[in-house]
Nanobody, 116 residues
């Protein structure tokens, strides 16, 4: 089993910045992709950013140029640096990791609220 603990959410004004962290622990031999998703009321969970074990990244069009995903493999931790935040970035942010065998694990979610 893999446990994910997220932190860093909160309330910020539009134009501000936040950094989310997600630390994985448990029976981890190797982690493949690490990703951040977000969900807003009435909407499906959407992919925000993903980073592979090799460091390749991909972003949703809505956050390109504003968000940066990174990972520290030694700490089994993934980060999401969010700049120039907009009210539409408000939502619950979840991290997700994929491990060998195809299993995926989700964090509990952290609330991000951007006020206008």
């Amino acid at each position: 089993q893999v446990q994910l603990v997220e932190s860093g959410g909160g309330l910020v004004q539009a134009g501000g910045s936040l950094r989310l962290s997600c630390a994985a622990s448990g029976s981890i031999f190797r982690i493949y992709a690490m990703a951040w998703y977000r969900q807003t009321p009435g909407n499906q969970r959407e992919l925000v950013a993903v980073i592979t074990s090799g460091g390749s990244t991909n972003y949703a069009d809505s956050v390109k140029g504003r968000f940066t995903i990174s990972r520290d493999n030694a700490k089994n931790t993934v980060y999401l640096h969010m700049n120039s935040l907009k009210p539409e970035d408000t939502g619950v942010y979840y991290c997700r990791v994929t491990v060998p065998g195809g299993s995926a694990y989700w964090g509990q979610g952290t609330q991000v609220t951007v006020s206008s």
